[in-house]
């Protein structure tokens, strides 16, 4: 399972240039290790211990089981791709503003990033087919129960932003302009938030 979790690194080490910092299937935690609640299948675990930042990554052993059926070419099904997707894509991004950028990043910027990553992967890298991969991805999104005021804005909001910049992000591909959308997405990525926001309304 966890070759996945590598397969997801490095497929987004390769789409937007980065050089590898730390190896994800070093920091995979299980369920016995830490306290989540019921309905949390992936979760990037940060603290801050004075000048140190310890960090893993879990992800729910059932959905690394059903993700790995769909990169395979063995399921049809999103959903469990999505989220082992979201949980790499948070901690390779993470990982990048850190060493790359030497700047915190804020929850909603991963989340923003997760959202179009899990867009570019399987248009970009898996060729995704279906047409309505948008529709798929971001309108038919449900949040979970339980979730606070706080992180239902937050996730409503990142899916917002995700679904506009995937949109352009399409048309481009469609008008056989994917050179030109995956070097925007290149350039994206390297933005902070409020930049990377200014950029999207301004193309999207």
């Not at 994800?24 to 306290?35: G, P, Q, R």
């Amino acid at each position: 399972m966890r070759d996945l979790t590598a397969r997801l690194q490095q497929a987004l080490e390769d789409v937007y240039c980065l050089d590898p910092v730390v190896a994800v299937e070093d920091f995979h935690v299980t369920a016995s290790l830490v306290e989540l609640g019921d309905h949390v299948r992936e979760s990037l675990l940060v603290h801050h211990d004075g000048e140190e930042t310890h960090l893993g990554l879990y992800i729910a052993d059932e959905v690394l089981a059903a993700a790995a059926q769909f990169a395979s070419q063995s399921s049809d099904e999103l959903d469990e791709f999505c989220v082992a997707t979201e949980g790499v894509s948070h901690f390779v991004y993470f990982t990048f503003c850190g060493a790359a950028q030497d700047r915190p990043v804020s929850q909603i910027e991963l989340e923003i990033q997760a959202e179009i990553d899990k867009f570019v992967l399987l248009r970009f890298v898996c060729g995704e087919p279906r047409a309505d991969l948008v529709l798929a991805l971001f309108d038919r999104m449900e949040l979970l129960p339980g979730l606070s005021d706080k992180e239902r804005e937050r996730y409503t909001v990142a899916n917002q932003v995700g679904r506009r910049y995937a949109r352009w992000l399409d048309a481009r591909f469609r008008r056989g302009e994917g050179e030109r959308a995956v070097a925007d997405a290149r350039a994206l990525y390297r933005k902070p938030l409020a930049a990377k926001l200014e950029h999207i309304a301004r193309a999207a």
